[in-house]
Every structure is written in C-alpha cells, then in structure tokens.
C-alpha cells in the first residue's frame, strides 16, 4: 500500500483566533513527520466565514484560545456544525486543543456567566471554575497522563505537555459515545477532581494539551497520522520509523520532574 504517493488532507481551523501556548508546534511537528516519511501534506487555513468541505478533510486541527477569542468563533461554528459532524462521520481525524476542545461540547459557560452554545460533538459540558465553584483556578502547568484510549497500542503510553485554562470540562457521566483521552498522573485535567483528561468520539480527539503535546509524544503523533491515512485510503499503512531520541528526551524530562 505504501509504494504510491500518499496524500493528506489538513483543516487548521481558526489560525489566526484560536492559536496559544505554542498551538502552532502541534501542526509544525505534523508537517514534519509527514514530511520525513514523503508523504504529500496539503494545509488550508480555515477562518470566521470560510466555508468547511466534509468531504475535502482527513485531518482537522485546531488550538486552543481565551473566552475571548472563542466568543469569535463560537457563531461561526454553528454554521459550520452540519459540515463538520459528517466529516466527524466520514472518520476524520480531529485534535482539538483546549478552547476548540471545549467548544465541540454542548456549552461552555465562561467566568462572567456567558453560556457559549458548542456543537456538542463531544459529550462534554465546560463552567468556569469561578462560576462551578465560586473562585477562580488556573490550571495551569506540565502535565502528565496515562493514555486511557482503547486499542492505543505503543510501549510508550504516558502523555506529556502542558495547561493552561480555568474552565472545568466534565464528560457525561453517563455518555455511550464519549470517553476519555487519559487518566491524570500530575496536573488537572479536564477539572482537578475526577482524573480524566480530554475527550474522544470516533477519530475526534480533544485535549487540554497545548502546544508541546505532538512535539512531545511521537508516539500519539503517529497514532493521529496512521489514524488519518487509514481513514482515507481504507487499508492498513505501516509508517516508516523516524529518530525520535530527542523527542524522547523532551518527554522523559517532563516524567522526570513529575
Ligand atoms: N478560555 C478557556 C479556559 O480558560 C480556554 C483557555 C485555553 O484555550 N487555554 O478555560
């Protein structure tokens, strides 16, 4: 299967509102790892007003933003949400990171008591943790957890990166579609009280990881990238193994210090 030339699809949706904490490595670290193993990686950019094909995409990511910056794109969402819940269906591959994250859930409820309508791809609900609680906590730091997907099959399954939000995110505790993406080993989380981090629906991955997540973790890289590829041409791929020494060492300096 790997002898043609392969081909991939990306939405980075929203780069120009939703891009923090370093959001823009995750998409750097996928153009390379595509690129090391010579396979043909086409971006477009996707804005407020742009039109979303669900039929064009393999791969959708989008970084994470304040309250602010979500309020802008929470509209536009809405027009794109009939689109994107097929391409959802088509098995898409999406990571989402943190504001997005939140925003494919049923609502987020900001810190000055904004509900803001997702799309309810995920069934997650987000509060402020000055409005769930009555103070304000910023959750923010390295985190560490263990990768709690089903059928993740690497010798390496803990996640390293970093957070940074004051939302409190909550899975459905009753959900049939929705699990978590980890359990907390150090850090927050989706909350700071039940140990779940992230969300996952289908091939959606959601997560409060910012930008260090895919230069740190190669190994959910290329869990995301054979996702993609198998996805689109509908057989197994076998990656092409890469030197990942460097990345390793990022990661395991991150576990070190936990
Ligand atoms: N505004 C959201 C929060 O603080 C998201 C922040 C982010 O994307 N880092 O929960």
Redesign the pocket.
Known sequence: MNKKQLILHLAYLYPKSMN??GDRGNLITLIKRYQWRNINLIIDEIEVGDNFNPTKYDFVFAG????IH?LRIAEDLQNKKTAIIESVNRGTVFLL???TY?LFGHYFITSTNNKIAGIGVLDIT?I?SKIKTGKTKRMIGNITTEIVIPNFKSEITTLVGFE????MTFINKDSSTTYPLGRVIKGFGNNGHDKTEGACYKNVFGTYL?GSLLPKNPHFTDFLIKKALENKYKSSIKLVDLNDILEYKAHQFILNHR
């Open positions: 923090i904490y994470g933003g304040q309250d979500q990171i943190c504001g939140q987000t402020a940074n939000h004051s939302g910012h």
